[in-house]
């Protein structure tokens, strides 16, 4: 792999000054300077060297929790080095290519293709551009088939490695599932080959059999006569079968005693405690719900130990609470008092995300908590829906929450929901626009019986199409058309007068094109080959998306985009994600999606086995994770 420094650039400068000088013509210079509070100094020995991609801006990758953690579980290897990578906004990318610079890792400034691994992680699907950029930037041949001995091997991770074939053609190897302990395993099968003076091949070969790795140049896909999917093989002609990797303990896992302090503000600028991973709750549109199951909870002295590592390494002041379902962790009032006598002075807040409308948070943490604004996901307005996507909420459930936001003095309520769930009807199109004024009304009724001046929130909503996505038992179903999905989005436009609530809409084009990668095959790469050659790049950015671009990349490989969004899978289809083994059966996603054809509802498995298929993995991770008589095991 080349150790190359910067390929030469037009002026003839030396390539970190002219750097310098770049970063005086763009925007938010801080986002490529390095040097942060807490950053990982290069090491100049370093047997493997990865630089950490991220392909998105720097304050949106600089709030991902995975890449916190895996960037320092690498750099605190005695043998390896990790160096962090964001995709250069529009000013900055085109500015490096006119200058001849390639793209460099913050730390050292060195280019990315001198690196043995060039790791992305990839957590949304509208991401998938920023990686042909970024290796492009980088003078790496975008398709693996493309790159030679002096090329550092180009690997992947995150939720959309999940479903991986639309981005077969440019990514060396998957990682499949929890990276903490993959990842180490990865470092070392790359320092042992190196070691052994071993090819490019062989190293990518050895990746191939570290459990959770896909390699796609070694499994072929065999299609049927109407373009279907008759089955993956791997190179020994053996059906592929590629099963994810597990962290069972979180409390035994890796969790840094630091995290890197940005110069300028990020998303989610603050610490973030993970509390725990998966959820019980069995939401059918949910991926995530399904990809981190079984529930794996940190006990309350381990939270509290890594808060007061971080708090004290960082010098933040505002802690966020973060899991699917903050509000499940099985022991909030534990939490939050250990807390409280943990950081005394009141200096500490604490945000919690991912609360549902029957969150019981308990009295100490509804102390601290932040309250300028708080966030509801009713997903649905009727009773109906809600029961058939399995959400689990009430409209009691959503007018309590109004109520206690009042009385709590927040400023402002947002809501989500989606359109086109699958069953929808006009009514439950409707029911959004009832539930919204339901809601309204209740706040201004109580803050009317409260006086003293209380002034009921501020009411937003936004509404989402619905994306089927891989592993979910909705997986099958089809998206709306953007037709269709206009029409809702018009309706509801009518019924919601801007007085009773702020109205805001994702757009629908944009669904569409989550929908073609979240169930895309391997023809879905051509496409997106085509659409970043002709100029497509932060297709998450309203204001660079360009999806007439985009139809015409479709157009150019003779590829029908409702063909992946807009048909209904048949229960028999070879999906392009099968091959995956995540341990959730297709007999248990196929039957909750009958049950929601009629509305049935599924208990959260808290209470009992559902029949998943984690059984054997619940059952040993029962007492941990749920505790003995509810309790947590901090307090057991």
């Known amino acids: 792999m080349s150790n190359d420094g910067q390929r030469a650039n037009v002026s003839g400068e030396p390539a970190d000054k002219l750097i310098g000088r770049l970063l005086e013509s763009v925007q938010k210079p801080a986002r490529y300077i390095g040097g942060e509070v807490n950053a990982c100094a290069p090491k100049k020995n370093a047997e493997v060297r990865v630089a950490f991609c991220f392909p998105d801006v720097y304050e949106v990758g600089m709030s991902h929790v995975g890449m916190r953690i895996l960037y320092h579980r690498v750099h605190e290897l005695s043998y390896a080095?990790?160096?962090?990578?964001?995709?250069?906004?529009?000013?900055?990318?085109?500015?490096?290519?006119?200058?001849?610079?390639?793209?460099?890792?913050?730390?050292?400034?060195?280019?990315?293709?001198?690196?043995?691994?060039?790791?992305?992680?990839?957590?949304?699907?509208?991401?998938?551009?920023?990686?042909?950029?970024?290796?492009?930037?980088?003078g790496i041949p975008i398709r693996s088939s493309d790159r030679t001995s002096d090329d550092p091997i180009v690997i992947a991770g995150g939720v959309c490695a999940f479903s991986p074939e639309p981005m077969h053609a440019f990514i060396d190897a998957f990682f499949i599932g929890d990276g903490e302990d993959g990842i180490v395993d990865i470092m070392e099968a790359v320092r042992g080959a190196k070691s052994a003076g071993s090819p490019r091949a062989d190293i990518i070969r050895a990746l191939g059999d570290i459990p959770g790795v896909y390699v796609p140049a070694y499994v072929s896909?065999?299609?049927?006569?109407?373009?279907?999917?008759?089955?993956?093989?791997?190179?020994?002609?053996?059906?592929?079968?590629?099963?994810?990797?597990?962290?069972?303990?979180?409390?035994?896992?890796?969790?840094?005693?630091?995290?890197?302090?940005?110069?300028?503000?990020?998303?989610?600028?603050?610490?973030?405690?993970?509390?725990?991973?998966?959820?019980?709750?069995?939401?059918?549109?949910?991926?995530?719900?399904?990809?981190?199951?079984?529930?794996?909870?940190?006990?309350?002295?381990?939270?509290?130990?890594?808060a007061a590592r971080l708090i004290e390494s960082t010098g933040y002041e505002e802690l966020s609470l973060s899991s699917l379902s903050t509000g499940d962790y099985s022991d909030l009032e534990g939490l939050g008092c250990a807390l409280r006598e943990t950081?005394?002075?009141?200096?500490?807040?604490?945000?919690?995300?991912?609360?549902?409308?029957?969150?019981?948070?308990?009295?100490?943490?509804?102390?601290?908590?932040?309250?300028?604004?708080?966030?509801?996901?009713?997903?649905?307005?009727?009773?109906?829906?809600?029961?058939?996507?399995?959400?689990?909420?009430?409209?009691?459930?959503?007018?309590?929450?109004?109520?206690?936001?009042?009385?709590?003095?927040?400023?402002?309520?947002?809501?989500?929901?989606?359109?086109?769930?699958?069953?929808?009807?006009?009514?439950?199109?409707?029911?959004?626009?009832?539930?919204?004024?339901?809601?309204?009304?209740?706040?201004?009724?109580?803050?009317?019986?409260?006086?003293?001046?209380?002034?009921?929130?501020?009411?937003?909503?936004?509404?989402?199409?619905?994306?089927?996505?891989p592993f979910t038992p909705f997986q099958w179903a089809r998206q709306d058309s953007i037709e269709e999905t206009e029409h809702k989005i018009a309706t509801l436009r009518r019924m919601i007068p801007p007085k009773a609530a702020s109205l805001h809409w994702h757009d629908p084009h944009l669904s569409r094109l989550e929908a073609c990668f979240a169930r895309g095959d391997r023809n879905m790469a051509d496409v997106l080959e085509r659409a970043w050659r002709l100029g497509c790049r932060?297709?998450?950015?309203?204001?660079?998306?360009?999806?007439?671009?985009?139809?015409?990349?479709?157009?150019?490989?003779?590829?029908?985009?409702?063909?992946?969004?807009?048909?209904?899978?048949?229960?028999?289809?070879?999906?392009?994600?099968?091959?995956?083994?995540?341990?959730?059966?297709?007999?248990?996603?196929?039957?909750?999606?009958?049950?929601?054809?009629?509305?049935?509802?599924?208990?959260?498995?808290?209470?009992?086995?559902?029949?998943?298929?984690?059984?054997?993995?619940?059952?040993?991770?029962?007492?941990?994770?749920?505790?003995?008589?509810?309790?947590?095991?901090?307090?057991?």
């Open 538 to 636: 932060f297709d998450g950015w309203t204001e660079q998306f360009k999806y007439g671009v985009w139809m015409k990349a479709f157009e150019q490989a003779g590829i029908d985009p409702s063909q992946y969004a807009n048909r209904e899978r048949s229960a028999d289809e070879q999906l392009p994600w099968d091959f995956i083994d995540i341990g959730i059966s297709k007999e248990y996603l196929l039957n909750e999606k009958l049950r929601a054809d009629i509305g049935e509802t599924t208990p959260d498995c808290r209470g009992g086995c559902r029949g998943c298929g984690l059984q054997a993995q619940c059952a040993v991770r029962s007492a941990a994770s749920f505790g003995a008589a509810g309790q947590n095991p901090a307090s057991i």
């Open 221 to 306: 896909v065999e299609y049927n006569s109407d373009g279907s999917i008759a089955r993956h093989m791997s190179g020994g002609g053996s059906p592929a079968r590629i099963k994810r990797r597990l962290v069972a303990d979180l409390d035994a896992a890796y969790f840094p005693d630091k995290q890197v302090v940005p110069y300028l503000e990020i998303v989610h600028d603050r610490v973030t405690l993970e509390l725990f991973r998966g959820c019980t709750r069995g939401c059918r549109f949910c991926q995530a719900g399904i990809l981190y199951r079984p529930v794996r909870e940190r006990s309350v002295r381990t939270l509290v130990d890594q």
């Open 343 to 469: 950081f005394p002075d009141g200096r500490v807040s604490y945000s919690l995300p991912s609360l549902r409308l029957d969150s019981e948070l308990g009295d100490s943490l509804e102390r601290d908590a932040r309250k300028n604004s708080v966030t509801f996901a009713p997903e649905a307005g009727t009773q109906r829906l809600r029961d058939a996507i399995n959400k689990g909420v009430t409209h009691e459930n959503a007018l309590r929450a109004i109520r206690d936001s009042v009385e709590r003095g927040v400023g402002s309520v947002k809501l989500y929901c989606m359109i086109g769930l699958p069953t929808e009807t006009a009514e439950d199109i409707e029911g959004i626009a009832r539930l919204v004024a339901g809601l309204n009304d209740e706040a201004r009724r109580v803050a009317r019986a409260l006086g003293a001046g209380k002034k009921p929130p501020k009411l937003s909503i936004s509404v989402a199409p619905f994306v089927p996505k």
């Open 81 to 138: 080095s990790c160096e962090r990578v964001f995709t250069p906004w529009i000013d900055m990318a085109d500015a490096m290519r006119g200058a001849g610079i390639s793209l460099f890792a913050l730390e050292s400034r060195q280019p990315v293709r001198s690196f043995d691994i060039v790791a992305f992680t990839m957590p949304y699907e509208m991401c998938y551009t920023n990686v042909l950029e970024m290796l492009d930037l980088a």
